[in-house]
Structure formats: structure tokens, C-alpha cells
């Protein structure tokens, strides 16, 4: 695994989870090329299995399988944190929306487009942009509404914009189970035994960052461009959590029930199994 590739997203969930291993703060032999990009470019990367390692959407990973594993540790799941669609006015009916009716999205193949999709396919009028280029974009009247993820969740009601529907909520509502955002991957072609070793480094890389979080404050900052701290902080404490360590059986429970609700709206292809190492 010396020459191996990691590829994971600069917001702060990512760069706080990877710190340790990255900036050896770890005891460990594995030194691979890091790749930071936004996640809609690593979910394209993953379509020819460019990386060892990777962050991805779970709305893309079906389509990806056949290249790579779940790992058990470093992914984003949980309540009270799914994509939003927001807009400028309040009083929009969703059930009752013109067909011309336009939501900026983070990217096609991301989990937010396929809540989206599961619940409300007769919005099909959708423009791809950056995550963090999609506030402006309602702001300005250039959409119609906007499916914000990450940190804009945070920052949306300060700028004027309201809530159309939390995507979490929904999801919490029809399934009773946390959300899968995104999770980390490594190739099927890799030795088990390697799968493993990353899988337990990620976990150690997480554990050292909870107990010591001075530590990862720095490479954090670094590339949150001009996230406030707070932010900084609702965005790790939100996506951070116990399934990041440790996906259990409500995790994998929660990612197998959307993978089938995908597929059931006729969105998704089947995965391959075993989808977990």
C-alpha cells in the first residue's frame, strides 16, 4: 500500500477525520498521495476507479461497486443532517409546481440528488453547480430553489433564504433511519488483509481527533477557506459521529434501505455485493 492514492473532500468532516493518519500522528507505515477535491469531483474520479481510497456519495456508490468496498469507518450518516431545498419565498407548494420549476443541485450523483429524486421525481429541472456556489444562485433568482448540503446549512436563514423541506426529515420519516451521506471506499482488488489495516487506520485516525481536537484544528482551517470557527465546529460536531467510527448495524441497515429505495424508483442500479469489507 506504499504507493496507494487517498482521495477525500476539504470540508471540515473530512479533513478532521483524516488528519491524524495524514499528519502522521499515527503510528503507521502507509504514506499514500493525498487528493482533496469537492465530493461531486471525487464521485466522477470513482466512475474509472482513479483513486485506491475515496470519499463518495452514496448515490453514486451502486454505480461504482464493481471497483470498491464500504469501509466501516469514515463515513457520514446520521439524524438531523440531511440535505436541504431552500428558496426566497416562503410560500411554495411542492406538490403543486410548475414544470419549468429549477433546483440548483451539488451534482447529479450525489445522496442529495437522489433524496431529491425519491422524494419529489417530478422535479426534473435541475441545474449542477458547486455546493457552495448555490445560496448565490437562489439569491440572485437564477434558480428557483437550491439543494444546499454541508456548512450552508448553517448560513442559509442569516442570507434571507427559508426552508422548502429538510431531506433528513423525510428520510427519518419513511425509513425511522439515519441518513447516509457519503462513506469511504477502497477498491475490491486490494489484498483483504490491506482493506482491513485502512479501515482499522481510519478508525484510529478518528478516535485520535475526538480525543485530542487541538490537533486537527490547524489542517482544518487550512482548507475551510473562510468558514467561521463555529461553523467549522456545527459542521464536525453534525457529521461526526458514532457511525463515523463505526457503521453497526443501523448503519448498514440504513444504507442497504436506500440503496433498495433508489433502485425501487427505478434511479439506481443494483450494487455489488458484499458491499461492506
Not at 477525520?17 to 499514500?32: M, T
Request: proline share 5%.
Amino acid at each position: 500500500m506504499s504507493e496507494s492514492t487517498l482521495g477525500f473532500s476539504t470540508c471540515p468532516n473530512d479533513t478532521f477525520i483524516f488528519d491524524a493518519w495524514v499528519n502522521s500522528r499515527l503510528e503507521n507505515d502507509i504514506k499514500p498521495f493525498i487528493y482533496l477535491s469537492d465530493v461531486d469531483e471525487l464521485n466522477k474520479m470513482a466512475l474509472n476507479a482513479k483513486l485506491d481510497i475515496t470519499k463518495l456519495s452514496f448515490g453514486v456508490y451502486p454505480e461504482v461497486s464493481e471497483h470498491y468496498q464500504i469501509l466501516d469507518s469514515g463515513s457520514a450518516l446520521g439524524f438531523g443532517c440531511g440535505p436541504l431545498l431552500i428558496c426566497k419565498e416562503k410560500r411554495i407548494d411542492l406538490n403543486n409546481l410548475p414544470s419549468n420549476f429549477s433546483v440548483a443541485i451539488p451534482g447529479e450523483r450525489t445522496t442529495a440528488n437522489l433524496l431529491l429524486s425519491i422524494a419529489y421525481p417530478q422535479i426534473t429541472n435541475k441545474v449542477i453547480m458547486l455546493f457552495s456556489e448555490i445560496e448565490q444562485a437562489v439569491l440572485s433568482g437564477a434558480v428557483d430553489a437550491g439543494l444546499i448540503i454541508h456548512e450552508n446549512r448553517f448560513t442559509y436563514a442569516a442570507k434571507g433564504l427559508h426552508k422548502l423541506i429538510d431531506l433528513g426529515e423525510f428520510w427519518e420519516n419513511k425509513t425511522g433511519l439515519p441518513i447516509p451521506l457519503g462513506c469511504i471506499t477502497i477498491k475490491r482488488s486490494l489484498p483483504e488483509e490491506d482493506k482491513i489495516k485502512i479501515q482499522e487506520l481510519i478508525r484510529k485516525s478518528i478516535e485520535h481527533a475526538f480525543s485530542n481536537p487541538q490537533d486537527s484544528s490547524e489542517y482544518v482551517s487550512l482548507h475551510a477557506q473562510e468558514m467561521k470557527p463555529e461553523v467549522m465546529k456545527q459542521h464536525i460536531d453534525l457529521y461526526v459521529n458514532k457511525f463515523s467510527i463505526s457503521l453497526g448495524d443501523d448503519g448498514k441497515k440504513a444504507i442497504k434501505t436506500l440503496f433498495a429505495e433508489g433502485e425501487k424508483a427505478g434511479i439506481l442500479k443494483k450494487a455489488v455485493e458484499p458491499l461492506f469489507i
